[in-house]
């Protein structure tokens, strides 16, 4: 699976932004997505997921009620819709993607090493 990340730029606090990440792939249907983020100097921290299957999500804390993501499987599409952007939400945004192995029980990836796939990572930086 090849991912490519799309959609950063510079924007001003409390505008919106929407990424979005095209995969390679004919069972993208049955990858969790994820959404990870690398501010300077910092570790990559997750950000959202949503699983496949039912389309479960769930976020980051830092980004709940902000930040939306979704797919289209049609399209082998992820987005993801950040509202209300803050400075500290200035970072490299990547997607990531793992393979679920047909797994239709409850879980939720939410660590860097929980996934196999990774795109290369598109710029978002929002100034004050």
């Known amino acids: 699976v090849q991912l490519q990340a799309s959609g950063g730029g510079l924007v001003q606090a409390g505008d919106s932004l929407r990424l979005s990440c095209a995969a390679s792939?004919?069972?993208?249907?049955?990858?969790?997505m994820g959404w990870f983020r690398q501010a300077p100097g910092k570790e990559r921290e997750f950000a959202a997921v949503?699983?496949?299957?039912?389309?479960?999500?769930y976020y980051a804390d830092s980004v709940k009620g902000r930040f939306t993501i979704s797919r289209d499987n049609a399209k082998n599409m992820v987005y993801l819709q950040m509202n209300s952007l803050k400075p500290e939400d200035t970072a490299v945004y990547y997607c990531?993607?793992?393979?679920?192995?047909?797994?239709?029980?409850?879980?939720?990836?939410?660590?860097?090493?929980?996934?196999?796939?990774w795109g290369q990572g598109t710029l978002v930086t929002v100034s004050s």
């Open positions: 949503m699983s496949w299957g039912r389309g479960s999500t």
């Open positions: 792939g004919r069972t993208f249907s049955t990858y969790y």
């Open positions: 990531a993607a793992r393979d679920s192995g047909g797994y239709l029980g409850r879980y939720t990836p939410t660590e860097v090493s929980q996934y196999d796939y």
